[in-house]
């Protein structure tokens, strides 16, 4: 995984401190979501006031992790496999990370500079959890054995921890 990590941490880490935070970026991503891919807003039980809680615990995992592929890789598939329960289908994840890269780059060019360095490599970043995910989503079974070693439930759940969107080692904080 040849991802930019330093330039992923950085972003990250301004968007939570820019434009109203980390909270304002989780609403201004879920507000975005159904109002551009309202079929998706089915999915999503938990209102988005909790849900963007759980986005931007999930991407500070990833972006954490990211220069750790085997904490990542287990993490993700367990996602994966986890998104199975909420209906997540293959052609969500495109518009998910879509929508994500589109509003980090609104949030961003708001108080500072958003860059097609910085968008391709939010972009290539996305394509790669993704497909990640949603190998794990096409094959649970493959994955069972490592998913075990990693602390997860066959399902893609944590063992003994009510925060799966929160990897190995990392704090869960946005």
């Known amino acids: ?42 999915l999503f039980s938990t209102p988005p006031e909790e849900q963007h809680k759980k986005l931007l615990a999930s991407v500070a995992s990833i972006v954490g992790a990211v220069e750790k592929p085997d904490i990542l890789v287990p993490f993700l598939h ?43 490599t939010w972009e290539d970043a996305l394509k790669t959890v993704s497909k990640i995910m949603i190998e794990a989503a096409e094959n649970p079974n493959k994955f069972q054995e490592e998913l075990t070693k990693a602390g997860f439930e066959p399902n893609g759940f944590k063992k003994d921890d ?11 904080e946005a």
Do not use: C, D
């Open 1 to 42: 995984m040849s991802l930019n990590a330093k330039l992923l941490r950085e972003t990250f880490e301004r968007a939570k401190i820019e434009n109203g935070g980390a909270t304002a970026l989780g609403m201004r991503f879920y507000a975005r979501l159904f109002e551009k891919y309202p079929a998706v807003r089915p």
């Open 78 to 120: 367990a996602m994966g496999i986890r998104h199975l329960k909420y209906k997540t289908e293959s052609a969500h994840y495109a518009a998910v990370s879509e929508n994500l890269v589109s509003v980090l780059a609104e949030h961003l060019s708001k108080e500072g500079e958003w860059t097609e360095e910085m968008k391709s």
């Open 162 to 172: 009510p925060r799966p969107w929160v990897a190995e080692g990392q704090s869960g």
